[in-house]
């Protein structure tokens, strides 16, 4: 069974930035998608941002200019740059592997709290 697991939320003052990794247990194959998703408090969880197997990337409207999703297929890893942060980005973040035909991966989530 494939694990995916988290790291780097933590708390930040307003304007900080942080850089999530979400790290694989092994090598995946058949990968359609890979992203990131939060879950603000008391509100259902949202797509932040994805990154296609040709390394093409979109992000939600209000992370645009301020997030990079990028990945590193040699140590089969997922990160997330996130600069600029505002309150409004506090949440669990939870990473995602869309595969072809097979069940979605998710990760465990990692707190991240913006606050001064």
């Known amino acids: 069974q494939v694990q995916l697991v988290e790291s780097g939320g933590g708390l930040v003052q307003p304007g900080g930035s942080l850089r999530l990794s979400c790290a694989a247990s092994r090598i995946i194959s058949s990968i359609n998608l890979m992203g990131w998703y939060r879950q603000p408090p008391g509100k259902q969880r949202e797509l932040v941002a994805i990154i296609t197997s040709r390394g093409t990337t979109n992000y939600a409207d209000s992370v645009k200019g301020r997030f990079t999703i990028s990945r590193d297929n040699a140590k089969n890893t997922l990160y997330l740059q996130m600069n600029s942060l505002l309150p409004e980005d506090t949440a669990v973040y939870y990473c995602?592997?869309?595969?072809?035909?097979?069940?979605?991966?998710w990760g465990q989530g990692t707190q991240v709290t913006v606050s001064s």
């Open positions: 995602n592997i869309k595969r072809t035909g097979l069940p979605d991966l």
